[in-house]
């Protein structure tokens, strides 16, 4: 596990690296899902929560779109000092964990979603379709006429071509 060490003058200091790193870094190292620890230089307590938090904060001040709504954020703060905090806190990790397995299989279905709404995509889809059929009338129109006049046709394509 990488020990990270935060010092009072607000920098974070990778030991493995031997160097100060920014919170992009650390936003990087979850993403590699690189396990990692951030403790306060002077104390060794565990700051890596509160470090987590930052980057979740920054992220959402960001702009475009935000994660977690204004709704979202109201209603996780009225848990905070009930009964049902720690089961919310299970069921957020549990929930959030199941999403992630499953997140290939979620994006291939809104991706086929997505593309059946298009109405582009049902045209094209019908286009196909329509030329499929007209290809197989032509290949029956084309037989027919072969043998109307005894196949005679068939040994030459009249365009040169091979259909």
Same mark, same amino acid.
């Given at each position: 596990?990488?020990?990270? &060490? ?18 992009? $870094?650390? !936003? ?7 396990? /990692? !620890?951030? @403790? %306060?230089? !002077? ?16 992220? @959402? ?13 109201? +209603?996780?703060?009225? /848990?905070?000092? $009930?009964?049902? +905090?720690?089961?919310?806190? +299970?069921?957020?990790?549990?929930? #959030? ?7 290939? &299989?979620?994006?291939?279905?809104? @991706? ?9 995509? #049902?045209?094209? &889809?019908?286009? $196909? +379709? ?11 129109? $084309? &037989?027919? !006429?072969?043998? @109307? ?12 071509? %091979?259909?």
């Amino acid at each position: 596990m990488r020990i990270l &060490r935060k010092y009072t003058n607000r920098r974070l200091y990778d030991t493995s690296r031997s160097c100060y790193i920014t919170l992009e $870094d650390v !936003k990087q190292l979850v993403l590699d899902n690189e396990p /990692f !620890k951030v @403790e %306060d230089s !002077k104390t060794g307590n565990d700051l890596t929560r509160n470090i987590l938090l930052q980057i979740i904060s920054e992220q @959402e001040g960001q702009g475009g779109s935000a994660l977690l709504t204004n709704q979202v954020l109201q +209603q996780l703060i009225r /848990f905070y000092g $009930d009964s049902m +905090q720690g089961l919310m806190a +299970q069921y957020l990790e549990h929930s #959030v964990g199941a999403f992630l397995e499953h997140q290939e &299989r979620i994006r291939e279905q809104v @991706e086929s979603m997505m593309s059946a709404a298009n109405p582009l995509n #049902v045209m094209n &889809r019908i286009a $196909d +379709q329509n030329m499929a059929m007209w290809q197989m009338f032509a290949q029956g129109f $084309d &037989r027919r !006429k072969a043998a @109307e006049n005894g196949g005679e046709d068939e040994s030459e394509p009249e365009n040169g071509s %091979d259909s």
